[in-house]
């Protein structure tokens, strides 16, 4: 998703581009990054073309993840970015990126909410809105956050139920983490805490809600059935509980023979509603447009 400043445009109404297209990724600079990008986004030229940085510009990457778009908008003009992430583990890629020659000076890494990102700027870098001319975000879990399994994320993967994209994991240590990050933590609740503690009736409304199973209630019943013998720890034991509850048969996508996991929709629902993501989603986000320069002194 992309909002362009008004600036560019004879209105105040900022334009807002959803694109569905896919390109190949394409690298624009030769610099490496300090650390293994997981996700490569294949929408940078889509993104750039639309975006249009332009030099002495400045932008925020509102789902920084592992940098692929932020890269993209330093290296194809003199500009700035205001990187902004609410997973821990991103935001300290974006101060390895921020500490590059490259980008020393240009890259302004937030550990946040995006949806904060009024109250994030004017606090942690005491700047003066409006300030922004384009904001880019690519909204939704993240390949890193899926393959790890002690993010407790995958159905596929073995791990600690959590879910929550602003956790190290329900079994991390976060005896030294920053004050921000334990703020972020402070208060939540992860899936453990859901399937664990729920009530029935909770437990199949947010399936149904959030995943859009008809067998919420029948999916509901099966995790407090088993609750009762002994808690529910890890991603695979609750996987495996709702399986069995209601078994998918295998199919077939071209020569592959596959079986449709049951829990794909369960843990959907969880992950959503934990994270907030609908109402976050929905808050009013909009671009704050750069009508004046702002003094050199304030960057």
């Known amino acids: 998703m992309l909002f362009s400043s008004a600036r560019t445009f004879p209105s105040f109404t900022s334009k807002v581009s959803f694109l569905s297209r896919c390109a190949s990724y394409t690298t624009l600079s030769n610099c490496e990054l300090p650390y293994i990008a997981i996700h490569k ?57 921020a500490s590059m020659s490259s980008y020393k000076g240009r890259l302004f890494p937030i550990l946040g909410r995006f949806g904060d990102i009024h109250r994030l700027v004017k606090t942690q870098l005491s700047w003066s809105l409006p300030c922004f001319d384009g904001m880019v975000m690519d909204i939704g879990v993240s ?23 602003f956790s190290r994991g329900r ?34 409304n947010i399936i149904y809600q959030y995943g859009g199973d008809r067998l919420s209630r029948k999916i509901a ?38 079986l449709r996991n049951s829990a794909a929709r369960t843990f959907q629902a969880f992950r959503i509603y934990i994270n907030n993501e609908v109402n976050k989603n929905n808050e009013p986000l909009f671009p704050v447009p750069r009508e004046k320069k702002k003094k050199k002194k304030n960057l």
Not at 144 to 165: C, H, I, N, W
Not at 181 to 201: D, P, Q
Not at 222 to 246: F, N
Not at 248 to 253: D, F, G
Request: net charge negative; charged share 25%; hydrophobic share 35%.
């Open 41 to 97: 986004p294949v929408m940078i030229q889509e993104v750039l073309t639309h975006l249009a940085p332009t030099a002495g510009g400045i932008y925020s990457d509102l789902t920084f993840g592992d940098g692929g778009y932020t890269k993209a908008i330093l290296d194809s003009c003199d500009c700035q970015v205001v990187a902004i992430d609410q997973d821990p583990t991103a935001y300290e890629k974006a101060l390895q990126m």
């Open 221 to 258: 019943a099966a995790i407090v059935d088993a609750r009762q013998l002994e808690p529910i720890e890890t991603t695979g034991s609750l996987a495996s509980i709702i399986q069995k509850a209601c078994p998918q048969p295998r199919w077939k996508r071209g020569d592959d023979d596959m």
């Open 171 to 204: 079994d991390a240590d976060t005896t030294n983490i920053s004050p921000n990050e334990r703020a972020l933590l402070r208060k939540s609740i992860s899936a453990y805490e859901i399937v664990n503690f729920f009530s029935r009736e909770q437990i199949a």
């Open 143 to 165: 390949s890193g956050q899926v393959e790890t399994a002690s993010r407790g994320f995958s159905y596929k993967l073995d791990g600690p139920l959590d879910m929550r994209m």
